[in-house]
């Protein structure tokens, strides 16, 4: 079988077993190459010259669209606006969409097991115009209750907004269901895919989402580049998040014209490198397939997961089976802070998260007060995941409890 490993610089020339996927990927030697070759040879600003690498640039940059509305399953290229992350574009949505359609009294829906980037804009959007938040709460293993939802769903609710995995727990979430429920109340799902689109199929329409957000680095691609999927109804009723640059059409003293889809929300200088990257680690992953991909995944997740749960006194946060972690393993150690968690798997070579990786109400939610993450990705090993096994059996007699 191919080595991936092969394919990632920094993986070749690394003895750290990087198990932080879920914060970033690393990124394959084409997606290096095709942002140097742009900066190389194309380099020029997109839709601003009539000269040939001008002209070039602004081609590179529209194909790098199609090739994001193609792994999306967009029906348009007008329904992607490329943002700078996820986290941009899940503002984008809440001060565009919700501060102009969102009316006192409405209801604004967030699963309890958001990223804070999906909890703090709707938090605002709610402060400024009257509506009031509400949260689905998950069970103790991470599920949601459908019928739960259903029943928080009303004719009061406009906005339902949950990521398709959770970044803590690996949970995927049922967003086709979700987003059924939110259409036959006239709410729209707002579906935050950072966690879910580097492992797996994503088809907007199949899913119902009437937005979707996901980052190009934890996809193998560039920091600093995303991508906003909006429905073209939705996205045509909207105002403009940013003003300024290629996003108008004509400007008057008094006022302005804006440009058509997509641009109207690519205000400013755009980020072209960066889209032509996100546009080659797409054509990466597609030539791999998602079936090779989560077998890979899976393989390492269990091994992993399996080992851990034989281990005293190491507790798995979320569901009692491997199959329902999508590559995050998350856990305490009884007795031991995540930190100190961290700074020994540190020192002996293994990279991952602890904290409240960003999700604190969720943490609060299940009553523990931080957690340590291991997050994979398919060119991870069975030999990096028993680094982090062989690790972890020794911290509590390293913290002093004996063995």
């Known amino acids: 079988m191919r080595n991936y490993r092969n394919d990632f610089p920094l993986l ?55 090739k994001v509305r193609k792994f999306l399953g967009a029906d348009s290229s007008e329904e992607i606006i490329f943002t700078r992350n996820t986290t941009e574009s899940l503002n984008l949505v809440a001060y565009s969409y919700g501060l ?30 009257g509506a009031v938040l509400r949260y689905i709460d998950c069970e103790k293993d991470g599920s949601i209750d459908l019928d739960k939802v259903e029943k928080l769903i009303t004719d009061k609710t406009k906005i339902v907004a949950i990521a398709q995995v959770s970044n803590v727990i690996g949970r995927e979430n049922p967003i086709k269901e979700i987003a059924a429920l939110a259409h036959k109340k006239g709410a729209v799902i707002v579906v935050d895919g950072a966690q879910s689109t580097p492992h797996m199929k994503v088809d907007v329409k199949a899913l119902g989402a009437d937005f979707f957000a996901f980052s190009g680095h934890k996809l193998f691609g560039p920091m600093g580049i995303g991508a906003l999927y909006g429905r073209k109804e939705l996205l045509d009723k909207m105002p403009p998040f940013l003003t300024g640059g290629e996003m108008i059409e004509t400007v008057t003293r008094d006022g302005a014209t804006y440009a ?23 054509d990466y992953i597609t030539e791999i397939g998602f079936d090779t991909i989560e077998s890979l995944e899976h393989a390492v997740t269990k091994h992993a997961f399996d080992e851990m749960k034989q281990i005293p006194h190491v507790n798995i946060v979320g569901a009692p089976e491997a199959e329902n972690h ?22 002996d070579g293994v990279a991952i998260r602890a904290g409240h990786h960003c999700a604190e109400p969720l943490h609060i939610h299940l009553g523990i007060n931080a957690t340590v993450r291991a997050s994979l990705a398919f060119y991870n090993t069975c030999e990096e995941a028993d680094k982090l096994i062989n690790s972890i059996k020794t911290i509590r007699e390293r913290m002093g409890y004996g063995k």
Not at 105 to 110: A, S
Not at 263 to 275: Q, R
Request: aromatic share 8%; net charge negative.
């Open 12 to 66: 070749r020339n690394t003895d750290l077993a990087y198990l932080d996927n879920a914060a970033t990927a690393q990124r394959p030697k084409c997606v290096l190459d095709a942002e140097r070759e742009f900066y190389e040879f194309h380099n020029a600003n997109p839709m601003r010259g009539l000269y040939s690498i001008s002209i070039e640039a602004t081609e590179m940059y529209e194909v790098a669209r199609e």
């Open 326 to 347: 999508k590559g995050i393993i998350t856990f305490t150690i009884d007795g031991v802070h995540p930190h100190d968690i961290s700074e020994i798997l540190a020192s």
């Open 100 to 129: 102009t359609f969102v009316k006192p009294g409405d209801e604004v829906l967030v699963s309890i097991t958001e990223h804070h980037s999906d909890i703090l804009p709707w938090q605002m959007v709610c402060r400024q115009t």
């Open 260 to 282: 058509e889809l997509p641009h109207k929300f690519e205000a400013g200088t755009v980020n072209a490198s960066g889209a032509v990257g996100l546009g080659a680690a797409i």
